[in-house]
């Protein structure tokens, strides 16, 4: 029996003086748990030992460093197989009430360290993110058809090649290309760990592509027997793209709400290949995405899909100006 966020009963107790909570929680509890912080933020986590978490928040880890304004603490008991699907459902709960959390997982735009912080720093982030179109790893252009000669050919191109959508096949790749070059900071050194490019992936009745970031599809091509009308979708953040804006504008597509788990975006879909143009005519459309791309990158990496990461695709995506 599948255990509901609505059955959450917390217990409160003020923690601000204590070290340990042994005396409040004899034993080792399991559950769900609400930290509340001097400065009003929270923090939402899951374990099946209370106390021992608790201590580690305290004291600190190797996930942070000691928490010493700890205030409060809400605690309910959860059962373990639902310890995943409860946490994340008082996540987005508390997001909703506006509530600052200092979670990193399920929670977009966080203000806490993050590993990739690391490898771009925190002031290099913002500069990139405000930049314009000069701040770019790869050229932008229509791509030249590759080397059919060649062995390693990406499954996208063979497939659109056995079909005669040699047309499809470039506006997509230049959309991709598009996106690699203005919306993804130190494109190579983050390549199939903070994003991936899914090489003619099954995804909800199959794609032509997928470009992931974190753990969101920002952009796809949905896959179409039709060469004549592809159409690539862009995920970006809710209201951006205003919809009378849009309405009035000369690009020909169609936006509206997705409630994805890690995020809610404006889906925006467009005619393939005209990407560039997209963001050139849209005012602050660039700064807003890369602004997304980086709290995405930030709230988790795309390791977990890792596995379907196409050199070859990316290969092929590179070309494009060369």
Same mark, same amino acid.
């Given at each position: 029996?599948?255990?509901?966020?609505?059955?959450?009963?917390?217990?409160?107790?003020?923690?601000?003086?204590?070290?340990?909570?042994?005396?409040?929680?004899?034993?080792?509890?399991?559950?769900?748990?609400?930290?509340?912080?001097?400065? +009003?933020?929270?923090?939402?986590?899951?374990?099946?030992?209370?106390? *021992?978490?608790?201590?580690?928040? *305290?004291?600190?880890? *190797?996930?942070?460093?000691?928490?010493?304004? @700890? #205030?409060?603490?809400?605690?309910? $008991?959860?059962?373990?197989?639902?310890?995943?699907?409860?946490?994340?459902? #008082?996540? @987005?709960? =508390?997001? *909703?009430?506006?509530?600052?959390?200092?979670?990193?997982?399920?929670?977009?735009?966080?203000?806490?360290?993050?590993? &990739?912080?690391? @490898?771009?720093?925190?002031?290099?982030?913002?500069?990139?993110?405000?930049?314009? #179109?000069?701040?770019?790893?790869?050229?932008?252009?229509?791509?030249?058809?590759?080397?059919?000669?060649?062995?390693?050919?990406?499954? &996208?191109?063979?497939?659109?090649?056995?079909?005669?959508?040699?047309?499809?096949? /470039?506006? $997509?790749?230049?959309?991709?290309?598009?996106?690699?070059?203005?919306?993804?900071?130190?494109?190579?050194?983050? #390549?199939?760990?903070?994003?991936?490019?899914?090489?003619?992936?099954?995804?909800?009745? +199959?794609?032509?592509?997928?470009?992931?970031?974190?753990?969101?599809?920002? =952009?796809?091509? %949905?896959?179409?027997?039709?060469?004549?009308?592809?159409?690539?979708?862009?995920?970006? %953040?809710?209201?951006?793209?205003?919809?009378?804006?849009?309405?009035?504008?000369?690009?020909?597509?169609?936006?509206?709400?997705?409630?994805? /788990?890690?995020?809610?975006?404006?889906?925006?879909?467009? %005619?393939?290949?005209?990407?560039?143009? =997209? @963001?050139?005519?849209?005012?602050?459309?660039?700064?807003? =995405?890369?602004?997304?791309?980086?709290?995405?990158?930030?709230?988790?990496?795309?390791?977990?899909?890792?596995?379907?990461?196409?050199?070859?695709? $990316?290969?092929?995506?590179?070309?494009?100006?060369?």
């Amino acid at each position: 029996m599948v255990f509901s966020s609505r059955e959450l009963r917390y217990r409160r107790w003020t923690v601000s003086d204590l070290t340990s909570i042994a005396p409040l929680l004899p034993g080792s509890a399991g559950g769900i748990y609400i930290l509340g912080f001097t400065d +009003g933020s929270c923090y939402v986590g899951q374990t099946t030992d209370m106390v *021992r978490r608790f201590s580690a928040h *305290r004291h600190g880890s *190797r996930h942070h460093a000691a928490w010493v304004d @700890i #205030e409060t603490l809400l605690f309910a $008991v959860v059962p373990s197989d639902s310890l995943d699907a409860v946490e994340r459902s #008082e996540i @987005i709960r =508390l997001r *909703r009430t506006g509530k600052s959390l200092r979670n990193r997982a399920w929670n977009r735009g966080h203000r806490q360290p993050s590993s &990739l912080d690391v @490898i771009i720093s925190v002031d290099d982030q913002s500069h990139w993110a405000t930049g314009g #179109e000069e701040y770019t790893t790869m050229s932008v252009g229509m791509v030249p058809m590759p080397d059919p000669r060649g062995c390693g050919a990406s499954r &996208l191109r063979r497939y659109t090649d056995s079909r005669g959508q040699h047309l499809t096949y /470039r506006k $997509v790749i230049s959309d991709f290309h598009c996106a690699l070059s203005l919306l993804i900071p130190s494109c190579e050194e983050l #390549e199939g760990v903070w994003w991936t490019v899914s090489d003619l992936p099954s995804t909800a009745g +199959g794609r032509y592509a997928t470009l992931t970031v974190g753990n969101l599809e920002l =952009l796809y091509a %949905p896959r179409t027997e039709s060469s004549s009308s592809p159409v690539c979708v862009l995920n970006c %953040p809710p209201g951006v793209v205003g919809r009378r804006w849009w309405s009035q504008k000369k690009h020909q597509g169609v936006l509206f709400r997705r409630h994805y /788990r890690s995020a809610t975006v404006d889906a925006l879909t467009f %005619p393939a290949g005209s990407l560039h143009n =997209l @963001i050139r005519d849209t005012p602050g459309l660039l700064s807003e =995405l890369r602004g997304f791309v980086l709290s995405l990158m930030r709230q988790a990496s795309a390791a977990k899909i890792g596995r379907w990461h196409s050199p070859q695709l $990316v290969s092929e995506m590179r070309a494009v100006g060369s």
